[in-house]
């Protein structure tokens, strides 16, 4: 099982950068795959990124795509380098785990883009 908590969440301007992080425990944290979603208000949760096991195969949805990278290090932490922030990317974004028959979410974090 694996707890996840998330950090780095805030206000920003437009154009700002801000990093999120994401820290598992558990000692099988390689073995799931890393995602970050995203719900603004009066919204669904949305798909933004996700990265596998290994690091090296990473999605994105469009609307982040060439603004924000995933990454992951060997330290049971994925983070969210999101760049040139719009206000449209305003939500609380959550992080997830997933393995087949396992699905973990963290308890998501407030970004905040003023215009």
């Known amino acids: 099982q694996l707890r996840l908590v998330e950090s780095g969440g805030g206000l920003a301007q437009a154009g700002d950068s801000l990093r999120l992080s994401c820290a598992a425990s558990?000692?099988?944290?390689?073995?799931?795959?890393m995602g970050w979603f995203r719900q603004a208000p009066g919204k669904e949760r949305e798909f933004v990124a996700v990265?596998?096991?290994?690091?090296?195969?990473t999605v994105y949805a469009d609307a982040v795509k060439g603004r924000f990278t995933i990454s992951r290090d060997n330290a049971n932490t994925v983070y969210l380098q999101m760049d040139s922030l719009k206000p449209e990317d305003t939500a609380v974004y959550y992080c997830?785990?997933?393995?087949?028959?396992?699905?973990?979410w963290g308890q998501g974090t407030q970004v905040t883009v003023s215009s």
């Open positions: 990265i596998n096991g290994t690091g090296r195969n």
């Open positions: 558990g000692r099988t944290f390689n073995m799931y795959a």
């Open positions: 997830n785990a997933n393995r087949v028959g396992n699905d973990y």
